[in-house]
């Protein structure tokens, strides 16, 4: 995120796409209804489901899923034809806007009509209130990456906040939540295939040789080459190809697209240790299983969505042998050097988490000033550049990484998989309130008991016209997978989507969904893939005596 999540109450207009927030992002969801209901402020919601924000908002955009770039770029459309544009921030601040002017021409307000089903009325209206706001906000989660084109998804809001200036500023900016309390931290750590900690790049050579010397590894001794995402991982598998995974804290049987393809994948290991909480759906192939220390049994630190760096505090012993994730890396990192009779060691030997933060304060330069005595009573925004330096609300006040922020024109390219005759509906998946992700920690909880099995969501009329009622046994296949669950006709979905969340086993939503990827930020397409439904018998149901009772509808 640009900037800090609750300086919403600052923004005269916030747009809100891509995120079901009241569920997903709740503490989140309630600074911007206060921000609405206190504070004046005016809420653009860009959903193809009616979420709970809807109700506060000024405006709903019911867009197709996939449709976001023709939708957004018309908004840009109306931006430059209305000169509602920040000439003096064009001019200083970017470049190549001539260019992207021109390509936006044909993104008429018409045309994102007839691709994204909005009303053309309603873009122009959500284009000029975000454009004449003296302060207006973009926030987006996993409803924007989540498409083999997520990237341009995320261009198309970027150029918005590049043709009105709103960014660099308290109450403005291009705010990513991201998808659970330390994916912030897990990145700035080097947890992704491309860099080191802090973002610096495995293919730099000037960045492999400073981690080099950090870590006491021979010049030469890191990889350059970019390394596979989780999903290209499980495409990888086979001879000559991945051979063995370890893996921590995740459980791909339920969270990898095409999940029959997964169980494929995953079956040809030769070899598969996982780290975690319980065995999960992952954790029944494991020929090891290594048990970890849950959130209140270990020290540490989180970094949230909004860059804030927090301390975690031990409030239980582990049970059993279970034991913090730093400490089984460390040993398991230890004996593989023995095993590989490794003359000198790449210093394992940390005493606390403190030690390792300690060692990110010195390869990072953001995290530079972060440090335990600093942030044991309130969190440090990074970047912190040094001891005295006091955080950073908010980025980009003068410059961006790379200098000026750059236009790029771009193409509507529809979802890999589109409806038709045979698939005639749009399944879009994500969460629910009472659940997160592969359901290891929720479905494990009283969480469980609020809402214990998946439904699917299908608006009313399209119901009707499949014959189908509520709470109704239905068949949902696309060409990868079936699954069997009840029917929720419910007007939070609109007509021709249909929404599954994806935390249940017995009707596991990533059976349906399709593995296309982002070809530059190698995302998969969660959010849209066509399935057809059908009446099913109740006994096809696991367990069929399951009742869904949820009191918030």
Known sequence: MSNTAAEVIHSDVFLVTGSNTAETHPIIALQMKAAVANHGAKLIVVDPRRVEMVNWATLW?????????????????????ERLYNQDFIDRRTEGFAGFAKSMEK??????EAISGVDRNLIVQAARMYAEAKNAAIYWALGIPEHSHGTDNAMSLIHLALLTGHIGRKGTGLNPLRGQNNVQGASDSGAMPWHYPGYQRVDDEAAARKFEQAWNIEPGGLNRKLGLTTTEIMSAVGPGGVRALHIMGENPMMSEPNLNHTRHMI??????AVQDLFINESGAYADVFLPAASWAEKDGTFTNTDRRVQRVRKALKPRGQARA??????????????????????FWAYQ????VLEEMDRVVPEYAGVKYRRIEKEGLQTPVWDDNHPGTPYLFTESFPCGRGKFRPLEYVPAVEMPDEEYPFILTTGRLLEHWHGGTLTRHSKLDDLYPAARIEINPADGARL??????VVRVSSRRGTVVLRAWLTQRTTIGVVFIP??????????????????????PEYKACAVRIEPAAEDELTPPETKVERGRY
């Open 61 to 81: 955009l019911p867009e197709k899923p996939g449709t976001d770039v023709p939708l957004f770029s018309a908004m840009a459309h109306i931006i430059i034809k």
């Open 107 to 112: 993104f008429t307000p018409e045309y994102a």
């Open 267 to 272: 079956e040809q290991l030769e070899f598969l």
């Open 325 to 346: 994730d730093w400490e089984i890396v460390c040993d398991l990192a230890r004996r593989i050097e023995k095993k590989l009779c490794h003359r000198q060691t790449a």
């Open 352 to 355: 606390s988490p403190a030690e």
């Open 467 to 472: 014959k189908i009622e509520d709470g109704q």
């Open 502 to 523: 994806m935390h249940f086993v017995e009707a596991a939503a990533n059976l349906l969904t399709i593995d296309a990827l982002d070809p530059i930020a190698k995302i």
